[in-house]
């Protein structure tokens, strides 16, 4: 039976990136596979230059995400008075100068980064081929002790809780039949809205009122661009009811990823 890694990501300030059209980049209501393959590969302590490790580690990523709790959207406006001698750090690790006349600088830099606050989503993935490195128990220990800090999207979008759950509640490394099953044994967060919103890829069984759509959330690691797309089943589920409402006959739970799946049902249109 295929294995799993349950993922729980949760901050008061989160992007998932999406495609960016202009100097705005907008934000998808998932999290895309370069998001995560960069969250895995800090805590691995991957570095950029090792494009090599970090497009295997891509190309290995088959992952279900749940959103457990929508949050707010909100648009932070940033503003830098830049002048000519200014260098700031870039993401390929070297320090950037500015050019152009003292005319250019007589104003602020603007720009506006949009988030969504206090969102919080489950995500189940596993590796193919499953036998190469890093395994699960490999990712599994980095994020219990990872070697850079982690963050989901942006740096200021700090984790507020572990992103691997206690272990006593044996749902770090799961046994199921598939991604929905997997997602299935990490219950919804707390506070979380009454429908659920899954994205599976187009491969998993489909559903009578799956939405399926593309999205390019693939980096090419060597060129470090984003392109090419895939699709995905975007699916509503109704949230499930708590232990305590089902009722003593209802709350003997099965240990198997079947029965869980059940628990999650998908909503009516």
């Not at 705005?24 to 998001?35: C, D, H, K, N, Q």
């Not at 069984?205 to 959330?217: F, I, L, Q």
Request: aromatic share 4%.
């Amino acid at each position: 039976m295929p294995r799993f890694l349950l993922l729980r990501l949760e901050a008061p300030l989160v992007a998932f990136g999406g495609e960016v059209v202009d100097a705005r980049g907008v934000l998808a209501e998932f999290p895309g596979a370069s998001l995560l393959t960069g969250l895995l590969a800090n805590a691995l302590g991957t570095r950029r230059g090792e494009t090599d490790r970090l497009q295997a580690l891509q190309d290995r990523l088959v992952y279900a995400a749940r959103i457990d709790r929508a949050g707010t959207r909100i648009t932070d406006f940033q503003t830098a008075q830049l002048g000519k001698d200014d260098r700031g750090w870039t993401t390929r690790g070297r320090p950037e100068g500015r050019a152009g006349g003292a005319g250019s600088y007589a104003g602020p830099h603007l720009r506006r980064r949009d988030y969504d606050g206090d969102l919080s989503c489950a995500v189940a993935l596993r590796l193919a081929p499953a036998e190469a490195p890093p395994s699960l128990e490999d990712l599994r220990d980095a994020l219990l002790r990872p070697a850079r800090p982690l963050f989901l999207g942006r740096k200021p979008c700090l984790p507020s809780r572990p992103l691997l759950e206690p272990e006593n509640t044996g749902h770090r490394i799961v046994e199921a039949d598939d991604l929905l099953a997997a997602l299935s044994l990490l219950p919804p967060a707390e506070d979380s809205d009454r429908t659920l919103r899954v994205m599976l890829p187009e491969s998993e069984p489909a559903a009578p009122r799956d939405e399926v759509r593309p999205v390019t959330d693939a980096r090419n690691w060597r060129s470090g661009v984003h392109g090419g797309h895939r699709l995905v089943r975007v699916r509503t589920l109704a949230r499930p009811e708590e232990p305590a409402k089902r009722g003593a006959a209802k709350g003997s739970a099965k240990g198997s990823a079947k029965g869980s799946a059940k628990g999650l049902a998908e909503r009516p249109a």
